[in-house]
């Protein structure tokens, strides 16, 4: 050791951050927490003649990853002394961050023979971790050992290259082998150059590459390289798409997600942290994630092969977003090549190195292709470690002549009791779109899902239990029409999929109030130029014309409550060209919850108190029950059926709520069945629409008794706001509540108060005086009660204090609850009495000891001493006797050291000095 830190050990330890490179020892250092280190391990003296080649070959690593690199330099030494005068360094890596062992290879000449010594100085930063060091060899190199070698795989190819320090003059030859075989003992394949394409390679296999120079065939070769792991990608086996292609990645999306060298893949999943949180999909519940935690990111997901026409302008659209702000930026890149793995032959389309925005953004992409034929989008993260998470959700590919629709397999039951457990598969192009669909219940049920023309369409008949006789199935196109149908058989001859030029809205929804509606629907993958929708009381029937609009949401008022309606919307292509009508779908406006209350509000499900409940789904509306209450006779519960998992609401009566004023809510909650979702809101309307974005507590409920919450909740403004209970319960489970509680809580307001605060003053002191005694009386008046006002002296001196000779700013602030409600403040100016001193103020008064350590005493010659008071040098009185005599001692033992200010009150004179204290 040169300095602090822990020094070099040799050891046979090993774990995920230390351990040999091979064979069963190693060499180790660790930073120190505090002092990072300085730390030598020097080897033997060795013999090197001048004028020779010689190579360093030794293997390191780190213990840690990018956040935390540590430093090691290499010098060699004539004395094996630990400091780096008189050396000549070789190698130097100060930002050694990788975990896993790399190779170094140096080659250096002496310019004297003699002996030398390898000095390996190990300099970290504080905290950084542990370098491992291993397999060291000096050697005389006769044929150049190659370095720095690369293998970029394929599916069955990897092309491979290596550098070197002369050119050997029968070249170089490579082998790849399984990994773990150790280093290879025959010859290998003969290849000129620095670089090959090793061929017939196996798919998704692990390869370890070496490379060694032959300087002359038969009789001299080089060192192999280092081992070079490297993996195939897999092979691909999904069928091309046509266009417009769509993927949000909610099935088999088909798309590879390639395992990096280092660090993490994309992973596809449902991760969902809530609104604000740190990831969550764009719209559905699948998206691709990516974690850059731990090392920089260099990780790719490859699409599906899509099939691309030539010359014609393709538009790529995907919504993308970071976890985090503007300091930790993500970094993403996609490319496009016919290559379904990353490639030189890739072209970069999109690139964004600041991705910062923690909600969805939409990149909008246009490019072309050379020719005709199957094409793979490349995305790939590039982001510095440990900067959070970057996600991408719903791309869609198209050009401007592609027309996606919506298909519908709709399923029948003729006897209206549903399949009996029977079930059917549909497949596009061999891709399962529903597998082990069923009717639970009812007649007739359907299931949209998009195709685009040139889709192939197909069917499987599962079965699976009796009345299969009562089921039937049938297929519509974009327009309603029935283009296949079976009753028990599949559909093995392909349905070929032809899309309409103006393709209907899909995906519409009515998201209905008490008087409002509003609708909202998707477009596949291009907008038509608007859309016209119309809302008109149910049974009216398709409508000719509808109201124009440019979005792809209408919001509709002026509807009557408890009344049912219908909706209509469809596309408007080019002048006079319209799509079908979507719709029409039914709804039935919500009633008007109870009138407004003020707090405290506590409701127990006694009695009605016109909560009202939305199911969005069938069959699984709130209900007052009396199975489970938490006491009394009633409760409230989502009701539940066996055929379809709930999406239900519950909103109370209107509450009068005041803004900025902070009310308590609480209620008893529990489930019947396990993992039940149970979330609480809160808003201005009462219904799913506005409420579904006001949540301020949610959990998976798994409780067979009750439990409690207790949420806090403060308005931005004064009004009506209404309590929202939404279960989505799966179903056979159940949400039950009781006992609704709120109230205001907080300070409340502060009384009106008023200081009678004193008017500058004036005071006069004898000459040669410090200051004088000052007294001055301030008070406050409140309205109504004063419990919990104070007056706090904030700055100056209190009453009776001795104020000194100059201006001295008095501040008194009034207090309730920790709040200043009002302050006084006014000037004390102490002034010299103008005239001449008392000279003879010696012979009156005196006083001994100065300094003082026990008692001081203090005689007038003349007056008899009425009061003495001793103040601090904060002006605060410590001390005060009444001697009534001419000669006084003041006991000043407890007092701690300092400087004292003592005031002497006769009938006639008023007398201050000074007095230290040891």
Same mark, same amino acid.
């Given at each position: 050791?040169?300095?602090?830190?822990?020094?070099?050990?040799?050891?046979?330890?090993?774990?995920?951050?230390?351990?040999?490179?091979?064979?069963?020892?190693?060499?180790?250092?660790?930073?120190?927490?505090?002092? /990072?280190?300085?730390?030598?391990?020097?080897?033997?003296?060795?013999?090197?003649?001048?004028?020779?080649?010689? *190579?360093?070959?030794?293997?390191?690593? &780190?213990?840690?990853?990018?956040?935390? +690199?540590?430093?090691?330099?290499?010098?060699?030494?004539?004395?094996?002394?630990?400091?780096?005068?008189?050396?000549?360094?070789?190698?130097?890596?100060?930002?050694?961050?990788?975990?896993?062992?790399?190779?170094?290879?140096?080659?250096?000449?002496?310019?004297?023979?003699?002996?030398?010594?390898?000095?390996? @100085?190990?300099?970290?930063?504080?905290?950084?971790?542990?370098?491992?060091?291993?397999?060291?060899?000096?050697?005389?190199?006769?044929?150049?050992?190659?370095?720095?070698?690369?293998?970029?795989? /394929?599916?069955?190819?990897?092309?491979?290259?290596?550098?070197?320090? &002369?050119?050997?003059?029968?070249?170089? !030859?490579?082998?790849?082998?399984?990994?773990?075989?150790?280093?290879?003992?025959?010859?290998?394949?003969?290849?000129?150059?620095?670089?090959?394409?090793?061929?017939?390679?196996?798919?998704?296999?692990? @390869?370890?590459? @070496?490379?060694?120079?032959?300087?002359?065939?038969?009789?001299?070769?080089?060192?192999?390289?280092?081992?070079?792991?490297?993996? #195939?990608?897999?092979?691909?086996?999904?069928?091309?798409?046509?266009?417009?292609?769509?993927?949000?990645?909610?099935?088999?999306?088909?798309?590879?997600?390639? !395992?990096?060298?280092?660090?993490?893949?994309?992973?596809?999943?449902?991760?969902?942290?809530?609104?604000?949180?740190?990831?969550?999909?764009?719209?559905?519940?699948?998206?691709?994630?990516?974690?850059?935690?731990?090392?920089?990111?260099?990780?790719?997901?490859?699409?599906?092969?899509?099939?691309?026409?030539?010359?014609?302008?393709?538009?790529?659209?995907?919504?993308?977003?970071?976890?985090?702000?503007?300091?930790?930026?993500?970094?993403?890149?996609?490319?496009?090549?016919?290559?379904?793995?990353?490639?030189?032959?890739?072209? !970069?389309?999109?690139?964004?190195?600041?991705?910062?925005?923690?909600?969805?953004?939409?990149?909008?992409?246009?490019?072309?292709?050379?020719?005709?034929?199957?094409?793979?989008?490349?995305?790939?993260?590039?982001?510095?470690?440990?900067?959070?998470?970057?996600?991408?959700?719903?791309?869609?590919?198209?050009?401007?002549?592609?027309?996606?629709?919506?298909?519908?397999?709709?399923?029948?039951?003729?006897?209206?009791?549903?399949?009996?457990?029977?079930?059917?598969?549909?497949?596009?192009?061999?891709?399962?779109?529903? #597998?082990?669909?069923?009717?639970?219940?009812?007649?007739?049920?359907?299931?949209?899902?998009?195709?685009?023309?040139?889709?192939?369409?197909?069917?499987?008949?599962?079965?699976?239990?009796?009345?299969?006789?009562?089921?039937?199935?049938?297929?519509?196109?974009?327009? /309603?029409?029935?283009?296949?149908?079976?009753?028990?058989?599949?559909?093995?001859?392909?349905?070929? *999929?032809?899309?309409?030029?103006?393709?209907?809205?899909?995906?519409?929804?009515?998201?209905?109030?008490?008087?409002?509606?509003?609708?909202?629907?998707?477009?596949?993958?291009?907008?038509?130029?608007?859309?016209?929708?119309?809302?008109?009381?149910?049974?009216?029937?398709?409508?000719?014309?509808?109201?124009?609009?440019?979005?792809?949401?209408?919001?509709?008022?002026?509807?009557?409550?408890?009344?049912?309606?219908?909706?209509?919307?469809?596309?408007?292509?080019?002048?006079?060209?319209?799509?079908?009508?979507?719709?029409?779908?039914?709804?039935?406006?919500?009633?008007?919850?109870? #009138?407004?209350?003020?707090?405290?509000?506590?409701?127990?499900?006694?009695?009605?108190?016109?909560?009202?409940?939305?199911?969005?789904?069938?069959?699984?509306?709130?209900?007052?029950?009396?199975?489970?209450?938490?006491?009394?006779?009633?409760?409230?519960?989502?009701?539940?059926?066996?055929?379809?998992?709930?999406?239900?609401?519950?909103?109370?009566?209107?509450?009068?709520? %005041?803004?900025?004023?902070?009310?308590?809510?609480?209620?008893?909650?529990?489930?019947?069945?396990?993992?039940?979702?149970?979330?609480?809101?809160?808003?201005?309307?009462?219904?799913?629409?506005?409420?579904?974005?006001?949540?301020?507590?949610?959990?998976?409920?798994?409780?067979?008794?009750?439990?409690? *919450?207790?949420?806090?909740?403060? $308005?931005?403004?004064?009004?009506? @706001?209404?309590?929202?209970?939404?279960?989505?319960?799966?179903?056979?489970?159940? *949400?039950?509540?009781?006992?609704?509680?709120?109230?205001?809580?907080?300070?409340?307001?502060? $009384?009106?108060?008023?200081?009678?605060? +004193?008017?500058?003053?004036?005071?006069?002191?004898?000459?040669?005086?410090?200051?004088?005694?000052?007294?001055?009386?301030? #008070?406050?008046?409140?309205?109504?009660?004063?419990?919990?006002?104070?007056?706090?002296?904030?700055?100056?001196?209190? &009453?009776?204090?001795?104020?000194?000779?100059?201006?001295?700013?008095?501040?008194?602030?009034?207090?309730?609850?920790?709040?200043?409600?009002?302050?006084?403040?006014?000037?004390?100016?102490? !002034?010299?009495?103008?005239?001449?001193?008392?000279?003879?103020?010696? %012979?009156?008064?005196?006083?001994?000891?100065?300094?003082?350590?026990?008692?001081?005493?203090?005689?007038?010659?003349?007056?008899?001493?009425?009061?003495?008071?001793?103040?601090?040098?904060?002006?605060?009185?410590?001390?005060?006797?009444?001697?009534?005599?001419?000669?006084?001692?003041?006991?000043?033992?407890?007092? $701690?050291?300092?400087?004292?200010?003592?005031?002497?009150?006769?009938?006639?004179?008023?007398?201050?000095?000074?007095?230290?204290?040891?």
């Amino acid at each position: 050791m040169s300095g602090p830190g822990t020094p070099w050990e040799f050891s046979d330890e090993t774990s995920t951050i230390y351990g040999p490179s091979q064979g069963q020892y190693y060499a180790r250092a660790q930073s120190d927490f505090e002092n /990072g280190g300085a730390a030598w391990l020097i080897s033997k003296g060795i013999n090197i003649e001048a004028g020779h080649t010689i *190579a360093l070959d030794f293997d390191y690593r &780190s213990s840690l990853n990018t956040l935390f +690199p540590v430093k090691l330099k290499v010098v060699l030494k004539q004395q094996p002394i630990p400091v780096l005068d008189n050396s000549t360094e070789l190698w130097v890596n100060e930002n050694i961050q990788i975990s896993t062992y790399q190779n170094a290879h140096k080659t250096f000449e002496v310019s004297e023979t003699g002996t030398y010594y390898l000095a390996f @100085y190990f300099y970290p930063d504080p905290n950084m971790g542990y370098i491992s060091l291993d397999n060291i060899n000096l050697y005389e190199e006769l044929c150049p050992k190659p370095v720095n070698v690369k293998a970029i795989p /394929g599916q069955t190819t990897a092309n491979i290259s290596w550098e070197s320090a &002369s050119t050997p003059g029968a070249g170089f !030859e490579y082998v790849i082998k399984t990994p773990g075989s150790g280093i290879p003992t025959g010859s290998g394949i003969p290849v000129q150059g620095l670089s090959t394409t090793a061929e017939d390679l196996q798919p998704a296999t692990q @390869y370890e590459l @070496y490379v060694r120079s032959v300087c002359t065939a038969g009789s001299l070769y080089g060192k192999w390289s280092s081992p070079v792991t490297f993996k #195939t990608y897999p092979a691909t086996t999904a069928a091309p798409v046509n266009l417009p292609y769509n993927e949000s990645f909610e099935g088999d999306s088909r798309w590879t997600l390639l !395992e990096p060298t280092v660090g993490k893949p994309w992973v596809k999943g449902d991760f969902d942290s809530g609104p604000g949180g740190l990831y969550g999909p764009s719209d559905g519940k699948n998206y691709l994630m990516h974690d850059d935690s731990e090392n920089v990111s260099d990780a790719w997901v490859i699409s599906r092969g899509i099939n691309l026409p030539a010359g014609k302008e393709i538009t790529l659209q995907f919504d993308y977003r970071s976890s985090q702000d503007e300091y930790y930026p993500q970094k993403m890149k996609v490319v496009v090549s016919k290559d379904p793995f990353p490639s030189a032959n890739s072209v !970069e389309i999109w690139n964004n190195d600041f991705i910062q925005s923690t909600t969805y953004n939409t990149a909008n992409v246009t490019f072309t292709v050379p020719d005709n034929g199957v094409y793979y989008l490349g995305y790939q993260a590039y982001s510095d470690a440990n900067y959070g998470f970057v996600m991408f959700d719903n791309v869609k590919v198209s050009d401007k002549e592609s027309s996606p629709c919506e298909y519908i397999l709709r399923l029948k039951d003729a006897e209206g009791d549903g399949w009996n457990n029977n079930t059917m598969n549909l497949y596009v192009n061999g891709d399962a779109v529903f #597998t082990d669909l069923t009717l639970p219940i009812g007649d007739v049920l359907d299931f949209p899902f998009k195709i685009n023309s040139g889709d192939a369409i197909t069917t499987v008949w599962n079965g699976g239990s009796h009345s299969g006789f009562e089921t039937s199935y049938e297929i519509l196109d974009s327009n /309603g029409n029935i283009v296949g149908s079976e009753t028990e058989q599949s559909i093995s001859i392909p349905i070929i *999929a032809s899309c309409p030029n103006c393709a209907k809205p899909s995906n519409l929804k009515a998201n209905y109030g008490q008087t409002t509606v509003d609708l909202t629907w998707d477009f596949l993958t291009q907008s038509a130029t608007s859309y016209e929708y119309v809302v008109q009381p149910a049974g009216t029937g398709t409508p000719s014309s509808g109201t124009t609009i440019n979005n792809v949401q209408a919001h509709v008022e002026d509807l009557a409550p408890e009344t049912n309606y219908e909706a209509y919307v469809r596309s408007s292509c080019a002048e006079n060209e319209f799509s079908s009508w979507a719709g029409p779908i039914y709804f039935k406006t919500l009633p008007n919850p109870g #009138t407004a209350v003020n707090l405290p509000y506590k409701y127990g499900f006694e009695t009605d108190d016109q909560w009202i409940t939305q199911s969005i789904t069938r069959n699984n509306q709130w209900e007052i029950n009396s199975t489970y209450p938490v006491e009394g006779e009633f409760h409230a519960i989502q009701n539940f059926n066996y055929y379809f998992d709930a999406n239900s609401w519950f909103f109370s009566r209107g509450l009068n709520l %005041q803004g900025g004023k902070e009310i308590l809510i609480k209620f008893k909650y529990r489930s019947l069945g396990n993992n039940v979702p149970l979330s609480f809101s809160i808003a201005d309307k009462a219904y799913a629409f506005v409420q579904k974005n006001n949540i301020i507590w949610s959990k998976n409920v798994s409780n067979e008794k009750y439990d409690e *919450a207790i949420l806090s909740f403060t $308005p931005s403004s004064s009004g009506v @706001y209404y309590l929202g209970f939404n279960s989505l319960a799966a179903k056979g489970t159940s *949400a039950l509540i009781d006992d609704v509680q709120v109230y205001l809580v907080g300070l409340p307001d502060p $009384p009106q108060c008023e200081y009678t605060c +004193p008017e500058n003053m004036t005071v006069y002191t004898n000459p040669g005086n410090i200051g004088a005694v000052v007294d001055y009386n301030l #008070t406050f008046a409140c309205d109504g009660n004063s419990n919990g006002v104070f007056s706090v002296l904030a700055q100056g001196l209190p &009453s009776g204090a001795i104020f000194p000779v100059g201006e001295t700013t008095v501040k008194h602030n009034l207090i309730f609850n920790g709040q200043v409600i009002d302050t006084c403040s006014f000037v004390v100016k102490v !002034e010299e009495r103008l005239g001449t001193a008392d000279n003879s103020k010696d %012979q009156e008064l005196q006083y001994y000891p100065n300094p003082v350590v026990d008692n001081l005493t203090v005689k007038m010659n003349g007056d008899t001493i009425e009061n003495i008071a001793v103040y601090n040098f904060a002006g605060s009185m410590v001390k005060s006797e009444q001697p009534k005599a001419k000669t006084a001692n003041i006991d000043m033992r407890n007092l $701690p050291s300092g400087v004292y200010i003592v005031n002497i009150r006769t009938a006639s004179n008023v007398k201050s000095f000074k007095v230290i204290k040891k």
